[in-house]
């Protein structure tokens, strides 16, 4: 069961967060300023910590600065206030660790904590196989069951996001963010056109479908269909 | 606040009587000194002709004629004397040639003693001195005393007049101030209307040209712009309470129904959905009117650093290639390289997005939509055309407003924020958005290098 710290000062999004945490089946503390986050932080061992940018005492990415200096490489998921375009956030995020900005959708958090606890490791491998599919990297080539799929470039990516995150819940936001690279969020609707274009190409007809639509909140891409 | 607008206004009443009386005296002033400047020249002048008569008589009238000047002159203001060429005196009234004097054309400056009846006189005159043909002296006089005595007069009454005119500068003063105060108070009175509320009003413009009325005209034009916002701020409201009410009801409706009528829980879990799409739609309005706010009041631009343009409206045209392939529109992109401009990578792939999102939308099936970035001048400029409806002219100044749609009856997908949010982030960026309708509708982005 993973561990998790939310150091959060406002306490309706704290018991929100909390709740739907502990209901997911993780163990969740929470820390309602920066000193008493830090200090948990420091002593105990997370697998991920849920930051808020503004915190009283102590800011969220003071804590973060201080606990990298320190060698702690706990995967950090910060939260901040919606329109608060941050260069240092966006930097953050570069560095490897996920931001997301109030208000947030549950689903949401859920997902990129997943996909934090989750990371795909850094594959040296040149060939991905998640159920009947196999994506080669190098050849840029993509089948299922043996079958030769032709995909534009940014399907393969998208393709290639998803098989890297198999049964794994991934949001639109997730995907926008990471596969065209852009914090912007168009109409979900664009994405799903996406998926639909990918999903066609995968599944022939009669197969039964990969990437599967989570409604009100995104795709999983399941191996065992 | 008020005590000092009585001090300006007593200090104007001053200021305008001082000047008054000081233009009223220079004028005084000239009016004398020209007046005894024509004085002298028209004595000098008859004197000086009179003197050519006489010299022009034959010899032996020239005794006659200076002794019939002499006794013509009952107020002895005129002096006369011939004399030989030694100095004796012949005739007249001069008892010896004045020394230091010279014949010359005109008058001068000299001083006489007359013998009258009554005594000698010593008398400062204004002299025509001719020599006459046998070289004797012939010297009219004429008493300065008297041109003295004329322009006391006169400077007596320039005088006199002042006094009124002192007088009247202090009372136009006053007018005039009391006037300036009474338009100040009026213009304070009716701001005070307009600041508790009532923004109908106006400030009165009397002559156009006058300062206070171009004063008043600019605060007008003020007043115009602030009531259109305050308008648009009512009907922003109202759009708002309007955009989200009809996904609120839908979802009412959908949870309603479900509650009622769902047999299983499948059914349930799918009106849930339903509804957390709704809600989605309603948050997704919410959250772009703070971003629209944040963007405009956000003074950011540390974020900014150098982004190939091209390539960003490359990328957004790519996101939104299969939606237009799904309605048949061709959506073609020309580049000319890279362009590089300073801004938010982030944001400036928004607006692209956005207007090609709308260009998309308002294309019918089996249209066209170009979208290019290119160098014109010493600008970058992204332009997005359509084959759509366009924008007609009245529309054209609206559309940036928020919730503005062309397409009255909303059947059109979207909240109407697209051009707002462009236009939040052209001008937080420094570009210029300009609207233009081709056939169809030509936006363009205009980026000064």
Known sequence: MARLLLIEDDDETAVEVVG????????????????????????????????????????????IETLRHERKRTPVLVLSALG????????????????????????????????????????????????PLELDLIERTVTRSGRKIDLLPREFRL??????????????????????????????????????????????????????????????????? | MFRRLRLTSFRWAVAIACTFFVCTALLFGFVYWQSSIYMTEHFDSVGVKRAEVIASMRRGEWVDAVEQRVSEDPGHQFSAGLFTPGGHRIAGNIESLPPHIAARDGAQDATVTRIDPDGRHTQSVRAVVRRLRGGEWLILGRNNQESEEI????????????????GLAALTGAFLSAGAKQRIEELTQLAGQIAAGDLHRRLPIIERDHPYDKLSAIINRMLDHMELLVGQLANVGNDIAHDLRTPLTRVRTTLE??????????????????????LDKSLAIVTALLRIAAIEHGQRTVGFGNVDLGRIVAEAAELYSPMAEDRHIRLRVASGGAAAVTGDRDLLFEAAANLIDNAIKFTPDNGQVDVAVSHVGDHTVLRVSDTGPGISDTDREVVTRRFYRADKSRR??????????????????????????????????????
């Not at chain 1, 503390?29 to 910590?49: I, N």
């Not at chain 2, 829980?265 to 959905?273: N, P, Q, V, Y």
Request: proline content about 5%; some cysteine.
């Open chain 1, 20 to 63: 739907e945490l502990t209901h997911r089946g993780y163990a969740v503390e929470r820390a309602a300023t920066g000193p008493a986050g830090m200090a948990l932080a420091r002593a105990e061992t997370y697998d991920v910590l849920i930051v808020d940018r503004l915190l009283p005492e102590i800011d969220g990415l003071t804590i």
């Open chain 1, 84 to 131: 608060a375009l941050d260069d240092r956030v966006r930097g953050l995020r570069a560095g490897g660790d996920d931001y997301l900005a109030k208000p947030f959708a549950l689903v949401e958090l859920i997902a990129r904590i997943e996909a934090l606890l989750r990371r795909p490791a850094v594959g040296r491998e040149t060939r991905l196989r998640v159920g």
């Open chain 1, 159 to 225: 393709l290639e996001y998803m098989m890297r995150r198999p049964d794994q819940m991934v949001t639109r936001a997730m995907l926008f963010e990471d596969v065209w690279n852009y914090r912007f969020m168009p109409d979900s609707n664009l994405v799903d056109v996406h998926m639909g274009k990918l999903r066609h190409k995968i599944d022939a007809p009669g197969e039964e479908p990969i990437i599967q639509n989570v409604r009100g909140a995104g795709f999983i891409l399941r191996a065992n269909v």
């Open chain 2, 151 to 166: 322009a006391e007069i006169i400077g007596r009454a320039l005088a006199l007049g002042l006094l009124p005119a002192l």
């Open chain 2, 257 to 278: 129904r479900a509650r009622e009528n769902a047999q299983t829980a499948e059914e349930l879990r799918d009106a849930a959905d339903r509804a957390i799409d709704g």
């Open chain 2, 412 to 449: 059109t997908p979207g909240a109407g924020l697209g051009l707002s949010l462009v236009a939040a982030i052209v001008k937080l960026h420094g570009f210029r958005l300009v609207i233009s309708s081709g056939p169809g509708c030509v936006i363009e982005i205009i980026c000064p290098d």
